[in-house]
């Protein structure tokens, strides 16, 4: 992979993958067929402000490995087939993240993964995802421009953070 961002973030911040990790939940970064947009989730909700997430979500029973769980994730949240996506598999970032509701508040360990789609057109929800049939607000997948990120309320910091710093030259 010749993709500047991803050299940088490899030899900054990223690990090599081992399956046998103790994470629950993946995320991707994901850039687009020219590599100058990011696949971000934007999400509405009613009384919230906008904010922005990386795509992913929780490991399944069904899914072989983290791998699985992640071109599973990137189908049902932005519509990509696997066969548009090639995922860097030998280099993983591990974050921990915190999800808050009304009733608890659950620590995860995620496996962030990088990857490039092969495609730039637009990202759509895929008809199946589990999302759809949540009360939880709106989720647009969207392409946003690299230079962008630092200006949007991405609610992965530590991601959002680790892509600013390794963008600058």
């Known amino acids: 992979m010749e993709n500047l961002l991803f050299k940088n ?3 900054k911040f990223a690990k090599p993958y081992n399956e046998k990790s103790d994470a629950t939940r993946c995320r991707c970064i994901l850039l687009n067929k020219d590599e100058e947009k990011l696949a971000l ?5 009613q009384n919230i402000d906008i904010y922005y997430v990386f795509p992913g979500g929780g ?4 899914d072989k490995d983290f791998i699985d769980t992640m071109y599973r994730e990137i189908h ?4 990509l087939e696997k066969e548009k996506v090639k ?3 030998d280099f993983v970032l591990e974050d921990i993240g915190i999800f808050k509701n009304e009733v608890k508040e659950e620590h995860f360990k ?8 092969n495609t730039n057109a637009p990202l759509k929800i895929a ?3 589990p999302e759809l049939t949540r009360n939880n607000g709106i989720y647009e997948p969207v392409w946003v421009p690299l230079e962008d990120i630092e200006k949007l309320n ?4 530590y991601l959002k953070n680790v892509v600013v710093e390794c963008l600058k030259k």
């Open 41 to 45: 989730i934007k999400r509405t909700k």
């Open 9 to 11: 973030i490899i030899s």
């Open 87 to 89: 995922l860097i598999k």
């Open 76 to 79: 049902e949240e932005i519509g």
């Open 127 to 129: 008809s199946a995802a």
């Open 154 to 157: 991405v609610v992965h910091t």
């Open 59 to 62: 490991v399944e029973k069904e």
């Open 110 to 117: 995620y496996l962030t993964f990088l990857g490039v789609a």
